[in-house]
């Protein structure tokens, strides 16, 4: 395979991380070293274009990539349950906070006194009220694409209002 195609590689599962990779690499299960991360870095950096650096150590460099692309594509799974539970983590903290209002749960979406961003992005769960998340979904279900797209949607608005808020 040719460096440029490993790099578009690395590229589409780097993009399967984000926004959450700097958060995932400091996890327990991610299994990229801190080299990986620098390699990552650089990439990132340069906008994942051929450089001549890359091109003078083309063999070395593209076996490099193979290796980390192979650990992204291995972590991708626990990747997913890491979202997951940080959504269901999520959810919890929003009850708790809201706990003043006993109804929360089962309130309208519309009706609760959240972010307009957050509740459209709960909405696109198909769902009503929070309650429903429970109610409707189970475990498999958050790891199918489009729910867990969705699921991911929510945590990258959350993030971006709690950096506004702090």
């Known amino acids: 395979m040719k460096l440029k195609k490993v790099i578009v590689l690395l590229q589409n599962n780097i993009n399967a991380y984000e926004p959450f990779l700097h958060e995932w690499s400091t996890n327990e299960n991610c299994s990229l070293s801190p080299e990986d991360l620098r390699?990552?870095?650089?990439?990132?950096?340069?906008?994942?274009?051929?450089?001549?650096?890359?091109?003078?150590?083309?063999?070395?460099?593209?076996?490099?990539?193979?290796?980390?692309?192979?650990?992204?594509?291995?972590?991708?799974?626990?990747?997913?349950?890491w979202v997951i539970t940080n959504f269901v983590f999520s959810i919890l903290k929003l009850i708790r906070d809201n706990s003043f209002n006993n109804f929360f749960l089962h309130l309208p979406l519309d009706y609760l006194s959240l972010p307009y961003e957050l509740k459209n992005k709960l909405k696109l769960l198909k769902i009503k009220t929070v309650y429903e998340i429970f109610e409707n979904y189970n475990e498999e279900d958050f790891y199918k694409t489009s729910t867990f797209n969705h699921v991911v949607a929510f945590e990258i608005t959350l993030k971006k209002l709690s950096t506004i808020n702090n």
Request: hydrophobic share 40%; net charge positive; proline share 0%.
């Open 39 to 81: 390699v990552i870095d650089t990439y990132k950096k340069i906008n994942f274009k051929i450089n001549f650096f890359s091109l003078f150590r083309s063999f070395k460099q593209k076996k490099r990539i193979q290796t980390i692309v192979a650990k992204l594509i291995w972590d991708y799974q626990k990747f997913k349950e």
